[in-house]
């Protein structure tokens, strides 16, 4: 039977929560007894595979039961990132203290890992985002991020954009350098993935969005700006906006001047409402209302206008008769009185 199953049965977890020295001591063997289970499997093996058992159930055991941080528990835990960092880092964020030193020294650790294995970037960067850096930490972090978005897999796009967007709630940046910093780099860094990924890219921005309004309008108002070239990720948050009420009048300030300065051509509208059109399908009504601003700004005969009218009407059958009565009743408001 492997060391940490037989401490797991024999009730380790009970005794570590139950606190005082005695805690300490078996969340130490606890990890310890993982790091024999792992090894006995070959460290080189564990650490390019990232599949200890043991050591996420070691690990998931403390972060669950530990009742409070101890820096003896931080070092044995750190030698056990150091060996297994796929399986350890995303639970350390939950076993530290957060103490500034305590931090300073995972950090260390996590550069020292991730200096021997770029592959790592992903969890590394999920568990520092969940940290509380400092300032300094905080620069150095954002180039890794920034790094790790034009480096990682398509498929890890998502973890990394996620790990972006948390360290946007870190304190000690301004709420508009931090909103305006992550919606730069996500933009810029995810305008041409596939739409299997874009979709979760997509659901996990669109998330944070609904929830930081700051976060929402920087997005908006960097794709409202003359001169800057429209993403998929700027129509699907134009869309979401104006099917909620908090943001509905910046998405369409945003939008108009996207449509006025011909910042999106009719073809690329197309394109993108067709490509992507399980993540739009979320928010029909979002599209109706674009297109109810392209007929109240009488831009429906304009190429853009029509390709995103055309474009909503042959993909989502589900909002064709609305489209017809909205152009309907704008044809008729535009009319001159007799």
């Given at each position: 039977?492997?060391?940490?199953e ?5 009730g ?6 139950d ?13 310890r ?14 650490l ?57 020294t ?17 969890p ?5 985002s ?10 150095e972090?954002?180039?890794t991020?920034?790094y ?33 910093w992550?919606?730069?780099q ?40 003359p ?26 300030k945003?939008?108009?001047?996207a ?5 999106i ?13 399980v ?35 042959k ?9 017809v ?9 535009r009319?001159?009185?007799?």
């Amino acid at each position: 039977m492997r060391e940490v199953e037989r401490l797991v049965r024999e009730g380790i977890g009970v005794r570590i929560r139950d606190g005082g020295d005695e805690s300490v001591e078996c969340a130490v063997r606890l990890l310890r007894g993982a790091v024999e289970d792992a090894s006995s499997c070959g460290i080189g093996e564990e650490l390019s595979e990232g599949q200890s058992d043991s050591v996420r159930t070691a690990c998931r055991a403390l972060a669950e039961n530990l009742p409070r941080p101890h820096e003896k528990v931080t070092a044995a835990l750190l030698e056990v990132v150091s060996l297994f960092p796929y399986d350890a880092a995303p639970y350390v964020a939950d076993i530290i203290s957060g103490d500034p030193g305590e931090v300073a020294t995972v950090v260390e650790v996590y550069r020292e890992v991730l200096s021997a294995d770029r592959n790592l970037l992903v969890p590394i960067t999920a568990s520092l985002s969940d940290l509380p850096l400092t300032p300094n930490q905080s620069r150095e972090f954002r180039a890794t991020l920034s790094y790790a978005l034009t480096a990682v897999d398509e498929d890890d796009m998502p973890s990394i954009v996620r790990s972006v967007l948390r360290h946007g709630t870190q304190e000690g940046i301004s709420v508009t350098d931090r909103a305006q910093w992550v919606a730069r780099q996500i933009r810029r860094h995810t305008r041409d993935v596939g739409p299997g990924v874009f979709a979760l890219i997509a659901q996990v921005v669109c998330d944070h969005c609904r929830v930081n309004p700051a976060l929402a309008r920087a997005f908006l108002k960097i794709s409202g700006q003359p001169g800057v070239a429209v993403s998929p990720l700027d129509m699907v948050l134009w869309v979401m906006s104006l099917q909620g009420h908090r943001d509905r009048q910046v998405a369409v300030k945003s939008v108009l001047m996207a449509l006025r300065t011909n910042a999106i051509s009719p073809e690329y509208a197309q394109q993108v409402i067709e490509q992507f059109k399980v993540t739009f399908e979320i928010y029909l009504e979002g599209l109706r209302r674009f297109a109810q601003i392209v007929f109240d700004e009488g831009l429906e005969s304009s190429d853009v206008g029509f390709a995103w009218v055309l474009a909503s009407w042959k993909t989502y059958p589900q909002i064709r008769n609305a489209l017809v009565a909205d152009l309907a009743w704008s044809t008729v408001r535009r009319q001159p009185n007799p």
